[in-house]
């Protein structure tokens, strides 16, 4: 698919009121009870709450969205070799903390930069403008909006009834028989919460993307089923699960500055004392 009819399914964004003014308009068609199929908000007597939507921001709008086990080439049979050297080079630091939990060693894994299966999400849209625009300042950068509980369901109709935390169990262990083998086309991402493992996290509100072991390509489903929501399309469709906004590069320093009147920043968003120093550099060097 060309670049232009990508972009007819995008909006761009120039300001923090432009982001959050789609994201209203997105939860209003696709966020509220109609999301269950129904007329009513009531659940089995009861008020149901909002859809969750999660976001991911990145620098650049031609980047992929995968984990970095799949964007650095690995082959199925050595998906989890990063993630098991790891745990044998960490094993001092974090075997009374992990013990045999195998997410858990993961989610430090991808925290300390190793290459896993983990794909990085954030409940709060204003962190994930913040990484579309730290870096590629000449590049346009680009957020996701994914409906977490339509793209969940896309990924639960594949498997009979069980639910996500089996989901998630069967794909940390994934079994190598004929019918569930790595690699089986079937299967694709499921999003969960994290365990929160440190203060960075919190401050993130961090959501995971678990991958299976399996090549599955997310931009490639997303096209190709026209899994886009519509700013004005009110009919359900578990198929319809994506949204995405462009950040122009010319905007990309103001919007920063906005973030930082707000709050989100470098030391807001990375905390620690390094943080707080590379921020008062950048700081000092933006008003110049």
């Known amino acids: ?14 300001s923090i009121q432009a982001l959050l ?9 696709h966020g509220l ?25 990145m620098s650049n709008k031609d980047y992929n969205l995968s984990p970095k086990i799949l ?18 080079e960490a094993a001092s630091y974090l075997r009374t903390v992990c013990g045999n939990n195998n997410l858990l060693w993961m989610q430090y894994a991808q925290h300390y930069g190793v290459p896993t299966r983990l794909l990085d ?12 625009c730290k870096d590629n300042i000449n590049s346009d950068g680009i957020i996701w909006i994914i409906n977490s ?38 299967f694709r991402p499921l999003l969960f919460v994290p365990d929160y493992i440190d203060e960075r996290m919190n401050a993130q509100s961090s959501r995971m993307m678990l991958w299976p072991i399996s090549s599955f390509i997310l931009d490639n489903e997303i096209e190709q089923k026209k899994s ?3 700013l004005t399309n009110e009919e359900f469709s578990n198929e319809k699960y994506a ?34 120093g590379s921020y008062i550099d950048s700081y000092f060097r933006s008003i110049k």
């Open 121 to 132: 999400f954030s409940s709060n849209p204003l962190v994930a403008l913040y990484f579309a």
């Open 228 to 230: 886009y929501m519509h």
């Open 33 to 57: 009870k109609s999301e269950y199929g129904g007329a009513t908000p009531l659940i089995n007597g009861s008020l149901h709450p909002e859809v969750d939507f999660v976001f991911r921001g």
């Open 1 to 14: 698919m060309s670049n232009t009819q990508k972009i007819k399914h995008s909006k761009f964004v120039t």
């Open 243 to 276: 949204f995405k906004v462009v950040i122009p590069a010319k905007s990309k320093k103001g919007i920063m500055k906005q973030l930082d009147l707000l709050g989100i920043n470098e030391k807001s968003i990375f905390p620690g004392l390094d943080s707080i």
């Open 21 to 29: 003014s789609i994201i209203n308009k997105v939860k209003k068609y």
């Open 71 to 88: 964007r650095k080439g690995y082959a199925l049979s050595e998906y989890d070799e990063p993630l098991n050297k790891f745990k044998q």
């Open 149 to 186: 509980f339509r793209f969940n369901n896309c990924t639960l109709k594949n498997f009979n009834g069980h639910d996500e935390k089996w989901i998630i169990d069967f794909y940390i262990s994934q079994q190598k028989d004929d019918e569930l083998k790595p690699g089986n086309e079937m």
